[in-house]
């Protein structure tokens, strides 16, 4: 994700006869457009993590270690790959030398990738939050999700550290000019690349989502209690409510609705129905009958269903359209710069990697203001931010 930059007006001073190097317009159109998607990258995937270690609801759950994973990812994207490649950019030519050069595309490669397994292993997490209904909390573990995170970072940091180990001494870049893998030199590396670094993740993403989307829709379709029952419901609770040793904090609430259709937030998604079966288990406590809480199921009014559905179909399609545009681009032209390079212009080469880089500050926006409770952390984090302004206001 390193780029290289038109050579710009050099202009004569006269005094010394020294050349001296100016940017020129679009250059600084992109310099002030780089800083600015750092800060946003940086704040928006600060407030992440802040939000993560400040709420303990939120470490409680083991899904939401995938969102702390990708916000510290996109986090070192905005913190280290876009500031120096726009030092890079100020200068014309990179400064610091082969050393820092390789430890920078390393970690920027490493990063970024895992960002995109990240991606996928939520979707396919949230996949298993709606197939496996009642035993997701028993399948997905904190420990589970952690192999994961670790497993594909490891992953990727070792493809990446190959890559610069096979390639180290070939002649493709002039680390005294510029700054890139050497492996982008070799169409064999690019076409692997592609393949682990896009297409099985672009497959993960758009396959699971589709099948998420296609599992809600008809969840919509069945039966689903309407208010004009709910009460039955909330019998049935009450009754296991008493059966439960009062010492125990248990919390059993009615007011957990199919909040998945409406704001995306699968974790607080299940009814009131689909409460941990293992309180039950555990507990020793036997489970209502029918004859306790005669609830029937009837179908809901179509323009609800079709409302949910409209917008469950709706945040999906804008999670898998801003990973294809964003990380289709790149691969597409890598390719075509590693075949025919005279096709790739500079400029264009610019734009697919702002691209790649644009998705690490997009990323909390898409992922996780989805989650009621990180919303509510956003808003708290940001009032005492603003409120010293409030006060000299």
């Given amino acids: 994700m390193d780029l290289h930059f038109e050579q ?3 202009f004569l ?14 250059d600084w159109i992109a310099f002030v457009g780089l800083w600015l998607a750092s800060a946003f990258t940086i704040t928006g995937n600060t407030l992440v993590i ?8 939120l470490r409680e759950k083991p899904s939401n270690y995938f969102l702390l994973g990708l916000a510290v990812m996109d986090f070192i994207t905005g913190m280290v790959s876009l500031p120096l490649d726009n030092m890079w950019r100020l200068r014309d030519e990179w400064p610091y030398g082969p050393v820092v050069c390789i430890f920078w595309t390393f970690l920027d490669y490493t990063v970024t990738v895992e960002s995109t397994y990240i991606i996928s292993l939520i979707s396919i997490d949230r996949y298993f939050l709606i ?11 904190r420990r589970r999700v952690l192999f994961q995170l670790f497993g594909t970072l490891l992953f990727s940091a070792v493809f990446h550290f190959v890559a610069i180990v096979v390639f180290e001494g070939s002649e493709h870049v002039d680390f005294d000019k510029e700054c890139e893998l050497n492996g982008l030199g070799a169409l064999t590396y690019v076409v692997l690349a592609v393949i682990l670094e896009f297409i099985i993740p672009m497959l993960i993403v758009c396959g699971f989502n589709l099948v998420l989307y296609i599992r809600i829709r008809s969840r919509l379709s069945g039966s689903i209690e309407t208010p004009q029952n709910a009460s039955c419901e909330n019998k049935r609770l009450n009754t296991l409510a008493k059966r439960i040793p009062e010492n125990l904090n248990i919390g059993l609430s009615t007011s957990e ?53 409209k917008k469950a179909a709706t945040t999906l399609t804008i999670l898998i359209v801003v990973f294809i545009i964003c990380w289709l681009p790149y691969n597409i032209v890598a390719i075509i710069r590693n075949v025919s390079p005279e096709l790739v212009s500079i400029r264009l080469w610019d734009l697919v990697n702002y691209l790649l880089w644009l998705n690490s500050a997009v990323n909390p926006v898409l992922y996780a203001t989805t989650n009621v409770q990180f919303r509510k952390n956003f808003g708290e984090l940001l009032e005492k931010l603003f409120q010293p302004l409030t006060w000299c206001a």
């Fill in 13 to 26: 001073n006269d005094t010394d006869n020294t050349s001296v190097y100016v940017l020129s317009v679009e």
């Fill in 257 to 309: 609705e199919s909040s998945t259709l409406e704001t995306f937030d699968l974790e607080a998604s299940a009814k009131p129905s689909d409460i941990d079966i293992r309180s039950d288990k555990q507990l020793n406590v036997q489970p209502v009958k029918k004859s306790e809480s005669p609830c029937c199921q009837v179908r809901p009014k179509r323009s609800n269903k079709q409302k949910s559905s």
């Fill in 8 to 10: 710009s007006d050099y």
């Fill in 50 to 57: 802040l939000s993560f270690i400040r709420d303990r609801k």
């Fill in 131 to 141: 197939s496996k209904g009642l035993h997701y909390r028993d399948f997905q573990t």
